[in-house]
Nanobody, 121 residues
Framework: HVQLVESGGGSVQGGGSLRLSCVAS????????MGWFRQRPGEEPEGVAH???????TYVDSVKGRFTITKDNSKNTLYLQMDSLTPEDTAMYYC????????????????WGQGTQVTVS
C-alpha cells in the first residue's frame, strides 16, 4: 500500500520561494513516475510537473524556468522547488505517483497525497 505525504507549503510573498516535499512509503520511488498537480478553488486540477522514470521532466508552460522537480530515491522523496512565486501559483498542491501517465496527465492507477496549501500574496 503506497502512501504519499506532502509538506512544505505555506504563505509567502510574491517573488519568494518554497520547496515542497512528498515522501512515499510502501513502495520504492526508484522506477516510479511521479508528478505534482495543483488545484485552485473552483478549478480543475492542473498538472504542474512530471518526472518520468527515465529522468525526463515535463512542466506546464506557466512554471517553466521557475519550478524544478527532482527526486531523491535514497529518501523516497519527490521535491518541487518553486521560485519567483506569484499570486497565480496559489493553490493546493498534490503529488502523485505510479500508474499510467501521458505527459502531465495522470491517466489512472495513480497514488495521491492529501495535498499541501501554497498561498502567495
Amino acid at each position: 500500500h503506497v502512501q504519499l505525504v506532502e509538506s512544505g507549503g505555506g504563505s509567502v510573498q510574491g517573488g519568494g520561494s518554497l520547496r515542497l516535499s512528498c515522501v512515499a512509503s510502501g513502495y520504492t520511488t526508484t522506477r516510479m513516475c511521479m508528478g505534482w498537480f495543483r488545484q485552485r478553488p473552483g478549478e480543475e486540477p492542473e498538472g504542474v510537473a512530471h518526472l518520468a522514470n527515465d529522468g525526463r521532466t515535463t512542466y506546464v508552460d506557466s512554471v517553466k524556468g521557475r519550478f524544478t522537480i527532482t527526486k531523491d530515491n535514497s529518501k523516497n522523496t519527490l521535491y518541487l522547488q518553486m521560485d519567483s512565486l506569484t499570486p497565480e501559483d496559489t493553490a493546493m498542491y498534490y503529488c502523485a505517483a505510479g500508474g499510467t501517465w501521458r505527459g502531465l496527465e495522470a491517466l489512472g492507477g495513480n497514488y495521491w497525497g492529501q495535498g499541501t496549501q501554497v498561498t502567495v500574496s
